[in-house]
């Protein structure tokens, strides 16, 4: 089973900013997308950000212009910057990686809070 380990959440003041680390095990090869989703209470995950391994990045509308999504492939890292935060981005956040096999794995998930 492969552990995502995530970084960064926290308590923050509306119009601040967060940044969220995940790690894979560099024993993991053909990692394709990287992504953040979130987790509102009472809602569905929904995809926040996600960048492929070429580097193409795509977002939520309600996040565009905030976050910023960047991977580093030999470490296998994905990091999401988060800047100019609002209540809505409440929520806990997961890593998600997607290989080209077909494979999906999660991060354990790591709470983010604006308060307004």
């Known amino acids: 089973q492969v552990q995502l380990v995530e970084f960064g959440g926290g308590l923050v003041q509306a119009g601040g900013s967060l940044r969220l680390s995940c790690a894979a095990p560099?024993?993991?090869?053909?990692?394709?997308?990287m992504a953040w989703y979130r987790q509102a209470p009472g809602k569905q995950r929904v995809l926040v950000a996600r960048i492929s391994s070429g580097g193409s990045t795509n977002y939520a509308d309600s996040v565009k212009g905030r976050f910023t999504i960047s991977r580093d492939n030999p470490k296998n890292t994905v990091a999401l910057q988060m800047d100019s935060l609002k209540p809505d981005d409440t929520g806990v956040y997961y890593c998600n990686l997607h290989t080209v096999l077909g494979n999906d794995y999660w991060g354990q998930g790591t709470q983010v809070t604006v308060s307004s």
């Open positions: 560099i024993t993991v090869f053909g990692i394709d997308t």
